[in-house]
């Protein structure tokens, strides 16, 4: 049953009875995004280098540390918790996880999902289900396996598909989300909105946001979302809809296909007046800002005692710092990317 009562401004709404963490500029975090991995089994061009050094196992915190740090966030009234990374279907036991976290779906949390690549999906997708996981996003940038080989170095792509399909059986509802890149997938935009919704999956696109060193200029390849709308309303009639999942996008209705568009704009019309959400990383930071460097580490917290009133002060004490939005630009001057730090460290 849905225990919520209320909403904060744009944000997501509240637990009945939590008080919600608000922060300087009157945001209500509800949200909380929990990288549980830097691994990947993926390369993809824009979110990381071929030659990735990844953490020491040692410096992760456990997997029993991570749910004590979800429980504090939901005591705290965080209702919608998304695994990610990294891959988290690559974390060694992170069925554990889910299925602790799963436990708490109705006592306080609301909703548990994943963003994954879909790649392990076909071995865990009745599990997942089990453990209370109803809807999960994956990352699918192309329908052409030439192609998506190439964006994801490493990626096989009928593993995917395998993942996709195995989900879908299991009863899990699929988003999938598409990094728009020009001169790559721009082209193909039909082709796979045709795809999700003729399989009944939202799709979302998203502007690629300049993080982390990679080994290849992405400037040319950055495409803002106002232009691939443009091109997408020759073929298709975009309707606004009033649809909100407590994420980023702002969702259309395709007429001609009956299902939902998703736009995720950091670059071009920033959503950060209605940021709801925080990012934990495998090893205890927070990080308040997706396009920020300031982070707390809860890991000391964490493990100063196991009485959890030190750890809920230093997340109060992050929120305190939770900035008003990121800094990002397209900086065709300079192939320097505006925060270093890797998307897969916070998990997009
Ligand atoms: N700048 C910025 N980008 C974000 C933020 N949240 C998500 N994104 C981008 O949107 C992409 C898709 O996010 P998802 O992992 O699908 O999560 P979501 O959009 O919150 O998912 P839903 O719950 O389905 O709405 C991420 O990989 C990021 O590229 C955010 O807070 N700030
Ligand atoms: C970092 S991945 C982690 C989860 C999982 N490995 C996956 O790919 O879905 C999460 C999301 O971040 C997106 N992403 C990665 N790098 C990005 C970038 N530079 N700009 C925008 N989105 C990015 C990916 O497309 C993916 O949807
Ligand atoms: S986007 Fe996801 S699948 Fe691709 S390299 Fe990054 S973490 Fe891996
Ligand atoms: S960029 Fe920062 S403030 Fe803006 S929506 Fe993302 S996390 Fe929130």
């Given at each position: 049953m849905n225990s919520r009562v209320g909403t904060?401004?744009?944000?997501s709404p509240l637990v009945a009875g939590a008080h919600p ?7 209500a975090?509800t ?43 939901i005591a705290k009234g965080v209702g919608k918790i ?22 708490k779906i109705g006592s306080g949390l609301d909703e548990l ?19 209370g ?113 407590g ?102």
């Open positions: 904060i401004g744009n944000a963490m608000v922060d300087p500029f009157g945001r975090v949200y909380l995004r929990v990288s549980v991995t830097d691994r990947c089994d993926f390369r993809c061009t824009y979110c990381m280098a071929e030659n990735m050094t990844f953490l020491p196992k040692k410096d992760l915190l456990t997997l029993e540390e991570l749910e004590r740090l979800c429980s504090a966030f998304r695994l990610t990374g990294g891959e988290p279907l690559v974390r060694k036991n992170i069925m554990y996880l889910v299925r602790r976290l799963g436990e999902t994943l963003t994954t690549n879909g790649s392990q999906l076909s071995r865990h997708a009745e599990e997942l289900y089990d453990c996981v109803r809807r999960i996003n994956v990352s699918l940038d192309t329908l052409d396996p030439d192609k998506f080989r190439k964006i994801t170095r490493w990626g096989d792509f009928d593993k995917v598909m395998e993942g996709i399909d195995a989900a879908q059986k299991a009863g899990i509802k699929i988003k999938l989300n598409a990094v728009a890149l020009r001169d790559f997938n721009d082209v193909e935009m039909p082709e796979i909105l045709r795809f999700a919704h003729g399989r009944g999956m939202d799709l979302t696109v998203i502007e690629t946001m300049p993080m982390g060193e990679i080994d290849e200029d992405r400037t040319d390849q950055y495409l803002p979302l106002s232009q691939l709308r443009a091109d997408l309303e020759r073929q298709f009639t975009l309707t606004e809809i009033d649809y909100h999942t994420g980023p996008a702002r969702y259309v209705k395709v007429e001609e296909t009956g299902g939902r568009l998703g736009f995720i704009t950091p670059m071009t019309h920033n959503f950060c007046e209605s940021c709801n959400r925080v990012r934990l990383t495998c090893t205890g930071t927070l990080y308040m800002c997706l396009g920020q460097n300031d982070a707390a580490d809860l890991r000391a917290a964490l493990r100063a005692t196991v009485d959890d009133a030190l750890l809920h002060a230093a997340i109060d004490e992050a929120i305190t710092r939770k900035p008003k939005g990121h800094d990002f630009i397209i900086d065709r001057t300079h192939n320097r990317p505006a925060v270093a730090r890797h998307m897969s460290v916070t998990g997009g």
